[in-house]
Structure formats: C-alpha cells, structure tokens
C-alpha cells in the first residue's frame, strides 16, 4: 500500500482537540488500508479548506447542518473495494457490528468526534472503484479562539478501580489518561471477551466498568448482560459515538449506571464518575 499525503501548508485556525484529530486521521487510514486488503493500492490523505454552502452542508451525513461557511477539510481517499448503496447507508452506525470488507472500524468514534466540534462529514464511495471520507470543520478567526475556562474537574478524586473496554487502541489510550487523571486505578481490555476475563480476574476490585458499544467477538449489549451475570450490582457506564437516545434503546430498565458520548471530555467523564461512584 502507498500513502500519500496533499497537504496545504497555511489554513484558517479550527477549534479542535489535537488529539481527537489524530485520532479521526488515524481510524480513517486503518479503514482505507483495509479496503485495499493484500492488493496493491493507494490511501492518500489531503487537507485544506472550501467555503461551504447551505446546499452543499445539506448533503453531509450529520443531520444537524452547520452554518454555511469556511471549513478546513482532512479527506482520506482510497482506491480499494468501496461500498454499495446498502453498506453506505450503515457505515457509521455503532449497531453495524459486521466487518464487511474495510469497513466499520472507529466510524462511530470518527462521527462523535466531528459531531462533537460542530462539523460535519461527506462520503462518496462507489463499489469496485473506492471511497472518500471527507471532515468538515468550521473555521474560526483567531480572535474568536476562547481561552479555556476553568472547569473545576480537579476537585474529585478516587482511588477506585475502573475497567476500560474498548476495542480502539487511541480511546483505552486517551481514556486510561484520563481515569488515572481521577486518581483510578485502570484495567484495560481490547474487547467484550477479554474484558469479561479481566472482569472475573478483578471481580472484588472492580468498583465499574466503562464499556464501548460496538466491539469485535461480543459487542457492548452481549458484554453488559455477561457482566451482569457475574456480579447483578457492577455499575456499568456506555459509551458510543452516537448520541445518548439511540445508543441505550436496548439498555432502558435493564439497569445501565450511565452513559458518557465519545469523544470524552475530562469534565464530563469527571462528573458522570463521581455520581456513579459517589
């Protein structure tokens, strides 16, 4: 496989976290690479920016439609299989668990991310010829950058353990950082079956578990109710990068401690982890 790179050198300023970025560049490369597979390719990885308008936002995937405007772009082409209609239809959804051809791996994540900074992103594929996952996100004059405000995350403190779920290796990164930042102890596992194995390990230790959606081998619903079994009082918090009301549909009444979006925010996963461990 050949990667190349088309980056423009000078463009507008973007309020972003640098390393969410790498993390949208970085799942967006592993999924084109898998396109590819063993053949002989090409991924080439492009920035720059385009002054968008209503018409053209209108045909992005996120439904919420930013203002027309300037964006700057990171666009990862490919020249591999593509997708079909159908396969379109469903890349980012976090319940589409089949790892179809080079396909599904950190989408849902890549669509949290850019959900989370007001952006949006377009797709063009076409089975046989390739794909092209493009993120918009809205440029910002450098006068308008806020200084970030105190969020008062430092108070609380827990010496608890956490198990760490979660299939992408960027997010058990990120995330162990964080929980450790709370003063946790962190156990960490790749997906549902080797999370469950640590579970058992660690059963007395355990104080909760946070727990990706969708994972190879056992996705996060399979995981939960494994869990469960084990120990009916864990206290399980979800993640996904869908919002809250579509990830938990099949959760409601089945006794879910709390949900927490990707990507985290350390004031936000603070504050969920002090009222579910108190």
Same mark, same amino acid.
């Given at each position: 496989?050949?990667?190349? *790179?088309?980056?423009?050198?000078?463009?507008?300023?973007?309020?972003?976290?640098?390393?969410?970025?790498?993390q949208i560049v970085l799942n967006l490369v592993i999924n084109a690479s898998e396109a590819i597979g063993e053949k002989?390719?090409?991924?080439?990885?492009?920035?720059?920016?385009?002054?968008?308008?209503?018409? *053209?936002?209108?045909?992005?995937?996120?439904?919420?439609?930013?203002?027309?405007?300037t964006f700057v772009y990171i666009e990862v082409s490919d020249n591999g299989c593509g997708m079909n209609e159908d396969v379109r239809g469903k890349v980012f959804d976090p319940f589409f668990t089949?790892?179809?051809?080079?396909?599904?791996?950190?989408?849902?994540?890549?669509?949290?991310?850019?959900?989370?900074?007001?952006?949006?992103?377009?797709? *063009?594929?076409?089975?046989?010829?390739?794909?092209?996952?493009?993120?918009?996100?809205?440029?910002?004059?450098?006068?308008?950058?806020?200084?970030?405000?105190?969020?008062?995350?430092?108070?609380?403190?827990?010496?608890?353990?956490?198990?760490?779920?979660?299939?992408?290796?960027?997010?058990?990164?990120?995330?162990?950082?964080?929980?450790?930042?709370?003063?946790?102890?962190?156990?960490?596992?790749?997906?549902?079956?080797?999370?469950?194995?640590?579970?058992?390990?660690?059963?007395?230790?355990?104080?909760?578990?946070?727990?990706?959606?969708?994972?190879?081998?056992?996705?996060?619903?399979?995981?939960?109710?494994?869990?469960?079994?084990?120990?009916?009082?864990?206290?399980?918090?979800?993640?996904?990068?869908?919002?809250?009301?579509?990830?938990?549909?099949?959760?409601?009444?089945?006794?879910?401690?709390?949900?927490?979006?990707?990507?985290?925010?350390?004031?936000?996963?603070?504050?969920?982890?002090?009222?579910?461990?108190?």
């Amino acid at each position: 496989m050949i990667l190349r *790179y088309q980056l423009e050198p000078s463009l507008p300023s973007v309020e972003a976290d640098a390393t969410q970025l790498r993390q949208i560049v970085l799942n967006l490369v592993i999924n084109a690479s898998e396109a590819i597979g063993e053949k002989s390719g090409v991924v080439t990885v492009s920035s720059g920016a385009i002054d968008c308008g209503p018409e *053209y936002l209108a045909t992005a995937w996120l439904k919420e439609t930013p203002r027309p405007g300037t964006f700057v772009y990171i666009e990862v082409s490919d020249n591999g299989c593509g997708m079909n209609e159908d396969v379109r239809g469903k890349v980012f959804d976090p319940f589409f668990t089949t790892k179809f051809t080079g396909r599904g791996l950190g989408l849902a994540a890549v669509l949290g991310i850019v959900r989370g900074h007001r952006g949006t992103i377009k797709v *063009y594929s076409e089975e046989g010829r390739g794909s092209t996952f493009k993120v918009l996100l809205p440029a910002v004059e450098a006068r308008t950058l806020a200084r970030p405000e105190s969020t008062g995350i430092q108070a609380w403190k827990s010496t608890a353990t956490v198990l760490l779920v979660d299939d992408e290796e960027t997010v058990r990164s990120v995330g162990t950082r964080m929980l450790r930042h709370f003063g946790l102890k962190v156990l960490v596992a790749a997906d549902g079956r080797e999370g469950l194995e640590v579970f058992r390990a660690h059963l007395s230790e355990i104080r909760t578990v946070v727990l990706d959606m969708t994972m190879p081998h056992l996705n996060g619903e399979e995981t939960y109710r494994a869990l469960r079994a084990l120990d009916p009082e864990v206290k399980v918090i979800l993640t996904s990068g869908y919002n809250e009301q579509e990830a938990t549909t099949r959760f409601v009444g089945k006794g879910l401690a709390a949900f927490i979006q990707k990507p985290f925010q350390l004031a936000t996963l603070g504050e969920v982890l002090r009222k579910v461990l108190g």
